[in-house]
């Protein structure tokens, strides 16, 4: 993109929404260890590797991610009932609008 953005003009503002690793960790820094892994893979063994909301309103979407439905930062955990396949998109989204930890 012109000017060293990575966000064409429509998606400029996520820049500032998305920091890169070196700012706010990497997966191990952040809490995402082996054992996230093998959790991450049960969930979307569970899941059968559709996004959930969608799963529930009859649609098939392929799942690639795994969410905390209650964000860790507003005191959600890594129990299996607090964790749901997700699409990428929509996975962005919604971590976008959920609150910052204070």
């Known amino acids: 993109m012109p ?3 990575s966000y064409c003009s429509k998606h400029k503002a996520d820049e500032i929404k998305w920091k ?3 700012v706010r960790g990497n997966r191990h820094a952040r809490g995402y260890d082996n054992a ?3 959790r991450r893979e049960r969930i979307m063994l569970r899941d059968c590797g559709l996004y959930q909301p ?3 309103a009859n649609r098939v979407t392929i799942a690639i ?6 964000p860790k ?3 959600g955990t890594d129990d299996d009932s ?3 396949s997700i699409c990428k998109a929509c996975h962005k989204d919604k ?3 959920e609150p910052k930890a204070r």
């Open 3 to 5: 000017g060293g953005s």
């Open 20 to 22: 890169p690793d070196a």
């Open 36 to 38: 996230w892994v093998k």
């Open 54 to 56: 969608c799963r529930r």
């Open 65 to 70: 991610e795994v969410d905390h439905v209650v």
């Open 73 to 75: 930062a507003q005191g």
């Open 82 to 84: 607090n964790l749901q």
């Open 95 to 97: 971590t976008a609008r």
